[in-house]
């Protein structure tokens, strides 16, 4: 595999976000104002890496040129961001959170837990669908499927229950009763590396973008399992779809419900409370930052992939996951116990 990793990109119309017209008028309410980028995790991972990717280049095109600045705010798998938009946010638009998108399947099996309906959120769009991999570490590391099923244990770790981490490696778990302990309370990725590194933990659950270049290069990482059936051409052939390992139609259909969270990776939003002229804006605003050759150009620099959705599409999706059947609700929720 090549060390270099292009940024994925992928027609924007394709992707929704041309059904995503212009506001109808952009006032200056924004002009000395101060846009915060709320991030749900410690900085050094994917999510906040993403984020102030996107800072850096989306005030340009916010009517008024705001201030944009990031704040990390780690805390229950980057639930206490989402829940800060309705609590202490500024509700005029200028807060938006970047999340773990793990949480909205989370919603649906627990709603005694997590205590939100995410229909109830102006979604502002996507960069990314996550795909998502298990790998090994090390020379002695997991390498493929079986051979994590003839280990004693794989030891994973991961921020909370919820967490996009700690879904995928519960379900090795529950759905093909792979021998996966996990560990949690970790504030965000970068301190599961550092334990990874450490050999506290055998390997990780999370976003193929996430890894470690060197970790790759120097064959350190092992990618044997993907969550996504599409494999993009960055993550490599290793990484077997986890479907193929379904050997039932309940085992499918748990997973089409377990991985639809994937779909709305890498997501923001805000409270519904912001008037809807302003969250016009700043989907519009969100919308042409895709498609801003400066910030793909940064993007692509730093390897991290661009295939946008638009707020509208996100919302359709998430709509979708919450009529989910209420049979294989009961029988997901292990995944959570």
């Known amino acids: 595999m090549s060390e270099n990793r292009s940024v994925l990109l992928i027609p924007i119309v394709a992707m929704g976000l041309a059904a995503a017209s212009a506001p109808a008028r952009a006032d200056d309410f924004y002009k ?3 846009f915060t980028f709320v991030v749900g995790f410690t900085p050094g991972g994917g999510y906040d890496s993403i984020a102030r990717g996107v800072a850096r280049y989306m005030s340009a095109h916010i009517p008024g040129n705001p201030n944009v600045i990031v704040q990390n705010m780690p805390g229950a798998g980057s639930l206490t961001s989402v ?15 970047a999340f773990n998108s793990g949480l909205v399947t989370q919603s649906i099996f627990q709603p005694e837990k997590v205590q939100l309906d995410f229909r109830k959120y102006s979604w502002i769009g996507v960069v990314t669908p ?6 090994g570490y090390g020379p002695k590391g997991v390498k493929n499927w079986d051979d994590m ?6 030891v994973l770790g991961s921020t909370a229950r919820g967490s996009g981490s700690y879904i995928n490696a519960a379900t090795l778990r529950e759905v093909f009763h792979a021998p996966v302990k996990q560990i949690m309370g970790f504030p965000g990725s970068a301190e599961v590396r550092l334990a990874i590194e450490r050999g506290e933990l055998d390997g990780d659950c999370g976003s193929f973008s996430s890894i470690p270049i060197e970790w790759l290069r120097d064959g350190l990482a092992h990618p044997f399992v993907r969550f996504t059936e599409e494999r993009p051409a ?13 050997k039932s139609e309940e085992q499918k259909q748990l997973l089409r419900v377990l991985n639809a969270a994937d779909e709305v990776g890498r997501p923001y939003v805000m409270s519904r409370q912001v008037p809807a002229a302003h ?18 150009s940064d993007m692509e620099k730093q390897q991290l992939p661009v295939i946008p959705l638009s707020g509208e599409v996100a ?8 009529n989910t059947s209420p049979e294989i609700l009961a029988k997901a929720k292990a995944i959570y116990e």
Do not use: W
């Open 32 to 34: 000395g104002k101060t």
């Open 279 to 296: 969250v016009a804006i700043i989907r519009h605003a969100f919308n042409e930052t895709m498609k801003d050759k400066a910030f793909l």
């Open 130 to 135: 996550d795909f998502r991999v298990c790998y």
């Open 234 to 246: 960055e993550v490599p052939e290793s990484a077997i779809y986890v479907g193929e390992f379904a």
């Open 315 to 322: 919302e359709q999706i998430v709509d979708k996951m919450m």
């Open 83 to 97: 829940r800060y938009l309705d609590v202490n946010a500024p509700k005029d638009g200028t807060a938006m959170t």
């Open 149 to 154: 099923m003839h280990r004693k244990e794989f």
